[in-house]
């Protein structure tokens, strides 16, 4: 069975170059016809015009006048041989071959023909209608007569002297010669109409090379297609992507990248000049190394930032900013190496607690019950817990107590005594445990590395945290002080919270600032909370540092607070002294019961 060649669609540029040609075509077509009907009709009106004229000069003169009179006045119409040789005829008939007129006709006052250039239509009704001249008016005409189609005009004539219509005179040019006319003027428009049907060709071929180069001869279904899998993959991401295009406009700006930038769809903006951090520009700066990745505070969160150079078969397409949210990936390991700090805490206390019921076990068998009631007492006086932090017992939330004593357990590790200031006083409890322990764990660590780093002997880290109880929820207030010696000589106390500064390096093994709160409030650090190596006073290349003091200000202002340096230290100590105010985080802790009990009841 013979079955017929399969044609191919034609492209989508053969497409659209055969349109355009035939619109171009059309519009050209379209265009000479419009001139030649409005040249058409300005030649029509001249002779018009031009026959009005010649009929008021004809019915003006005083002789034509006089002449239509008499004959007006006759009883009767004079004969065709009469009319043949008077004066009308021969006025009519020297002023038509003189002007070139059609035709020169004389009617008296009931429209009969008094001249005509037929003299065998000599005395018979015009054959168009007088009736408007004959009541004094002027009119143009264009129609068919006897001669053939004409322009023209029909003129009253009145009786010398008076206003009585007696007759009327008719004018008339031949249309043939307004065609004649519109030949002539007919050679330029096709001449341009020509021009303008290659111009459009010639644009319309130019157009189509454009737009082969333009969407790099894909179809039109395999441009959409990829419209399609575009938006399905960039807003499919948690990744940010932005898109640079090569002439520094902004053409790509996902959603990830607006909520990790906290910034509006920026889509069409110079990249030179967008909100963005500088430290993204210069990642597509020309001498930039692709293979590098920075790490920057933006819209309180920590990004890990890097660029690639976009190409296409050699061609330059831009470049793409890649953005990933390092406190979201590295969340679980957060909540694991908290989670991991108390139970070696927890195991430690347990052991000294087997050991404790051990010594009165003892001291009961042996019968030094006093002894052993002294014992108890003393115990007690420390607490249910036991962590090495000094005056412990000051911190009466359980966040904060859990949370530093796990920071304590840490310092001790390093041979710093952590220590609680006899200002200390919490009568509330805090509300948002995440923020707080975000920003005091940064301050507790700096201040443990400073005084680790620190040229004194004695090696101590204190705090107070003091709450100033609001309406609508308590202001935390702490002061971080150590042991370490201070800030470099020289140093702005501003300069600290600026990203990339940094005053110490960061033990491995110790990156903590900042995670106990995942493993003691039960609720995870949210997207503010960090490792100790993202909250340390410093930065490196996708290492972490010298964001910490930054983000905790962009986190503490965000609710209407502020971190500073209230001393900058001096060499051998005691070293700097941070204070941060954290407004509503505490409440009373009446209105945390109610608060719980309802959301419980919920």
Same mark, same amino acid.
């Given at each position: 069975?013979?079955?017929?060649?399969?044609?191919?669609?034609?492209?989508?540029?053969?497409?659209?170059?055969?349109?355009?040609?035939?619109?171009?075509?059309?519009?050209?077509?379209?265009? $000479?016809?419009?001139?030649?009907?409005?040249?058409? =009709?300005?030649?029509?009106?001249?002779?018009? +015009?031009?026959?009005?004229?010649?009929?008021? !000069?004809?019915?003006?003169?005083?002789?034509?006048?006089?002449?239509?009179?008499?004959?007006?006045?006759?009883?009767?119409?004079?004969?065709?041989?009469?009319?043949?040789?008077?004066?009308?005829?021969?006025?009519?008939?020297?002023?038509?071959?003189? $002007?070139?007129?059609?035709?020169?006709?004389?009617? @008296?006052?009931?429209?009969?023909?008094?001249?005509?250039? =037929?003299?065998?239509?000599?005395?018979?009704?015009?054959?168009?209608?007088?009736?408007?001249?004959?009541?004094?008016?002027?009119?143009?005409?264009?129609?068919?007569?006897?001669?053939?189609?004409? !322009?023209?005009?029909?003129?009253?004539?009145?009786?010398?002297?008076?206003? $009585?219509?007696?007759? &009327?005179?008719?004018?008339?040019?031949?249309?043939?010669?307004?065609?004649?006319?519109?030949?002539?003027?007919?050679?330029?428009?096709?001449?341009?109409?020509?021009?303008?049907?290659?111009?459009?060709?010639?644009?319309?071929?130019?157009?189509?090379?454009?737009?082969?180069?333009?969407?790099?001869?894909?179809?039109?279904?395999?441009?959409?297609?990829?419209?399609?899998?575009?938006?399905?993959?960039?807003?499919?991401?948690?990744?940010?992507?932005?898109?640079?295009?090569?002439?520094?406009?902004?053409?790509?700006? +996902?959603?990830?990248? #607006?909520?990790?930038?906290?910034?509006? @769809?920026?889509?069409?903006?110079?990249?030179?000049? !967008?909100?963005?951090?500088?430290?993204?520009?210069?990642?597509?700066?020309?001498?930039?190394?692709?293979?590098?990745? /920075?790490?920057?505070?933006?819209?309180?969160?920590?990004?890990?930032?890097?660029?690639?150079?976009?190409?296409?078969?050699?061609?330059?397409?831009?470049?793409?900013?890649?953005?990933?949210? #390092?406190?979201?990936?590295?969340?679980?390991?957060?909540?694991?190496?908290?989670?991991?700090?108390?139970?070696?805490?927890?195991?430690?206390?347990?052991?000294?607690?087997?050991?404790?019921?051990?010594?009165?076990?003892?001291?009961?068998?042996?019968?030094?019950?006093?002894?052993?009631?002294?014992?108890?007492?003393?115990?007690?006086?420390?607490?249910?817990?036991?962590?090495?932090?000094?005056?412990?017992?000051?911190?009466?939330?359980?966040?904060?107590?859990?949370? *530093?004593?796990?920071?304590?357990?840490?310092?001790? &590790?390093?041979?710093?005594?952590? #220590?609680?200031?006899?200002?200390?006083?919490?009568?509330?409890?805090?509300?948002?445990?995440?923020?707080?322990?975000?920003?005091?764990?940064?301050?507790?660590? +700096?201040? *443990?590395?400073?005084? *680790?780093?620190?040229?004194?002997?004695?090696?101590?880290?204190?705090?107070? *945290?003091?709450?100033?109880?609001? @309406?609508?929820?308590?202001?935390?207030?702490?002061?971080?002080?150590?042991?370490?010696?201070?800030?470099?000589?020289?140093?702005?106390? &501003?300069?600290?919270?600026?990203?990339?500064?940094?005053?110490?390096?960061?033990? =491995?093994?110790?990156?903590?600032?900042?995670?106990?709160?995942?493993?003691?409030?039960?609720?995870?650090?949210?997207?503010?909370?960090?490792?100790?190596?993202?909250?340390?006073?410093?930065?490196?290349?996708?290492?972490?540092?010298?964001?910490?003091?930054?983000?905790?200000?962009?986190?503490?202002?965000?609710?209407?607070?502020? /971190?500073?340096?209230?001393?900058?230290?001096?060499?051998?100590?005691?070293?700097?002294?941070?204070?941060?105010?954290?407004?509503?985080?505490?409440?009373?802790?009446?209105?945390?019961?109610?608060?719980? &009990?309802?959301? +419980?009841?919920?």
């Amino acid at each position: 069975m013979h079955r017929p060649a399969r044609t191919l669609p034609l492209r989508f540029s053969t497409q659209t170059l055969l349109l355009q040609l035939g619109v171009v075509l059309l519009v050209v077509l379209l265009s $000479t016809a419009v001139h030649a009907w409005l040249t058409y =009709d300005r030649v029509g009106r001249e002779a018009e +015009n031009q026959a009005l004229t010649l009929a008021r !000069a004809v019915a003006a003169d005083a002789s034509i006048q006089a002449d239509v009179l008499a004959i007006s006045e006759r009883e009767g119409t004079p004969p065709p041989s009469e009319l043949r040789t008077g004066p009308l005829m021969a006025a009519a008939e020297a002023t038509r071959l003189r $002007t070139g007129a059609l035709f020169v006709v004389i009617t @008296d006052e009931t429209g009969l023909r008094l001249a005509h250039p =037929d003299p065998a239509r000599l005395g018979e009704k015009v054959s168009t209608d007088p009736s408007e001249a004959l009541a004094g008016q002027e009119i143009t005409t264009r129609n068919t007569g006897t001669l053939g189609p004409s !322009a023209g005009a029909k003129v009253p004539v009145y009786g010398p002297g008076t206003d $009585t219509v007696v007759g &009327e005179v008719s004018v008339g040019y031949s249309m043939e010669t307004v065609g004649q006319s519109l030949e002539r003027d007919i050679g330029p428009v096709a001449l341009t109409a020509a021009g303008a049907l290659l111009a459009g060709v010639l644009a319309s071929f130019l157009l189509r090379r454009r737009l082969q180069r333009l969407t790099l001869g894909l179809e039109p279904e395999e441009i959409s297609t990829l419209v399609h899998d575009q938006v399905a993959v960039l807003q499919g991401v948690d990744d940010g992507v932005i898109g640079v295009s090569a002439d520094g406009r902004i053409s790509v700006f +996902n959603a990830a990248a #607006r909520r990790l930038l906290d910034l509006p @769809d920026l889509a069409g903006t110079p990249w030179a000049s !967008a909100p963005v951090p500088g430290q993204l520009k210069a990642l597509t700066r020309a001498d930039a190394a692709e293979a590098d990745a /920075i790490e920057l505070v933006a819209g309180g969160r920590v990004v890990v930032a890097s660029a690639r150079k976009a190409l296409h078969r050699r061609e330059d397409l831009g470049w793409v900013v890649m953005l990933r949210d #390092r406190t979201e990936l590295q969340q679980l390991t957060r909540q694991l190496d908290a989670v991991g700090t108390m139970s070696t805490a927890l195991r430690a206390q347990r052991h000294e607690f087997a050991n404790q019921l051990h010594t009165i076990a003892g001291l009961m068998s042996i019968g030094q019950h006093q002894q052993a009631r002294d014992y108890l007492a003393g115990l007690a006086a420390t607490g249910p817990l036991k962590f090495p932090v000094d005056q412990a017992e000051l911190l009466q939330d359980p966040y904060l107590q859990a949370f *530093v004593g796990a920071k304590g357990v840490e310092a001790d &590790e390093r041979g710093v005594t952590l #220590r609680i200031g006899p200002e200390t006083l919490i009568r509330g409890q805090v509300t948002e445990p995440q923020d707080v322990t975000t920003v005091l764990g940064n301050l507790i660590d +700096n201040a *443990v590395n400073a005084a *680790v780093a620190g040229s004194s002997a004695d090696r101590w880290v204190e705090l107070e *945290v003091l709450d100033e109880p609001h @309406d609508d929820g308590g202001t935390l207030h702490i002061v971080v002080a150590d042991s370490g010696d201070g800030l470099a000589p020289g140093t702005d106390a &501003e300069a600290v919270f600026a990203e990339g500064y940094t005053t110490a390096a960061q033990p =491995d093994g110790l990156d903590r600032a900042g995670l106990g709160s995942a493993g003691l409030n039960g609720a995870g650090l949210d997207g503010a909370g960090l490792d100790g190596a993202a909250l340390d006073r410093g930065t490196r290349r996708s290492g972490g540092q010298g964001l910490g003091l930054a983000l905790a200000r962009q986190l503490a202002r965000r609710r209407g607070g502020e /971190i500073k340096v209230l001393e900058t230290g001096t060499q051998g100590g005691p070293g700097a002294v941070f204070m941060a105010s954290l407004p509503r985080t505490t409440a009373a802790t009446g209105a945390r019961d109610t608060t719980a &009990e309802k959301e +419980n009841n919920a």
